[in-house]
């Protein structure tokens, strides 16, 4: 099993639909989580972190955490066009603590 | 205020030929970490560093790469002898972390493009 484990996508959703971006972890013991936004040719951009369950909202976007479960997801309300990215999801893991990355969603929002 | 700066944005090169990838990380952040992002691999962490030691260099790939951090403003990536195998996307980022064991938010440089002919 891939420590962090997430569906490659494309995810296409209409414009003003809500996209619903998910993320499984193995690590029971990861402590914080991260939402990272990817532009074609760009670098990670994070857009939300979260530490504790439940969820977390800023703007448009709300973060979802169910420890129990290891399932972290990012729901993008009112999706623009200007959404559509790569969402990658991140999570500490390992002796060290490193942040490990899942391979990201695509995500296409359609005019 | 400034962010994660990388240089060269672009590299091109032959088989055979050191590449130097460097980063200067945000003022005050003490933990700088270097990725390479590929199509089939996505992002991997290579190596990273707290208070300018390497805390974990387990995604290395081979002696071939090298990485330094000789004081807090600025590190070194470096392919000796590259292989087309290495080209892809080399991103540094940095965060302020209280202890290595910690994990903050990191911020992203623009990256270094190689292509290894």
Redesign the interface.
Known sequence: QKEVEQNSGPLSVPEGAIASLNCTYSDRGS??F?WYRQYSG?????IM?IYSNGDKEDGRFTAQLNKASQYVSLLIRDSQPSDSATY?CAV?G???????????TLLAVQP | DAGVIQSPRHEVTEMGQEVTLRCKPISGHNSL?WYRQTMMR????LI?FNNNVP??DSGMPEDRFSAKMPNASFSTLKIQPSEPRDSAVY?CASSFAPS????Q???????TRLSIL
């Not at chain 1, 390992?94 to 990201?104: S, V």
């Open positions: 402590q914080s991260f760009k670098s990670p951009e994070l972190s990658l500490p390992g002796a060290t603590n490193k942040l490990i990355f899942g391979t990201g | 970490f996505g992002l991997e962490l990273y805390i974990d991103f290595f064991y910690s994990n938010p990191q911020h992203f440089g623009d990256g």
